[in-house]
């Protein structure tokens, strides 16, 4: 059996013990749906959008969905930036007019958070 201290270490030391011993694997590219419970291999930032860009109005919004469900017939997930803030939508095919409830309500959350936000014009 091998000989283990079990003497404390300050946790400088021990972050260069990992270190020295993990490997940094090389970046890969995978589809978004194996992406789960993968590490970005660098940050993803998103632009300052309340100062450089004016976040979409109503009905570029509903646009951009319409597009998106339209453009895809397999399940889909949509990112939209708004102010900074990413919103996640995951979704199966379906047609328009069985999601433009929730479009409608995606729009308004999109409203709200830009009004509370002070990005509104």
């Not at 003497?7 to 020295?20: C, G, N, Q, S, T």
């Not at 990413?86 to 095919?93: D, G, Q």
């Not at 379906?94 to 990005?119: D, F, H, I, S």
Request: proline share 7%; glycine share 2%; hydrophobic share 50%.
């Amino acid at each position: 059996m091998a000989d283990h201290s079990t003497a404390m270490i300050f946790p400088d030391e021990a972050l260069r013990i990992v270190l020295e011993v993990a490997q940094r694997l090389p970046p890969f590219t995978v589809s978004l749906h194996d992406a789960l419970a993968k590490v970005l291999a660098q940050d993803i930032r998103a632009p300052d959008l309340c100062r450089h860009i004016q976040p979409p109005l109503r009905n570029e919004i509903i646009s951009y969905y319409t597009i998106y469900w339209k453009m895809f017939l397999i399940p889909v997930v949509l990112m939209e930036i708004v102010c900074g803030f990413f919103f996640l939508l995951r979704c199966e095919p379906r047609k328009y007019a069985e999601v433009k409830p929730t479009l409608l309500n995606m729009v308004a959350a999109a409203e709200l958070l830009r009004l509370r936000l002070g990005c509104a014009k």
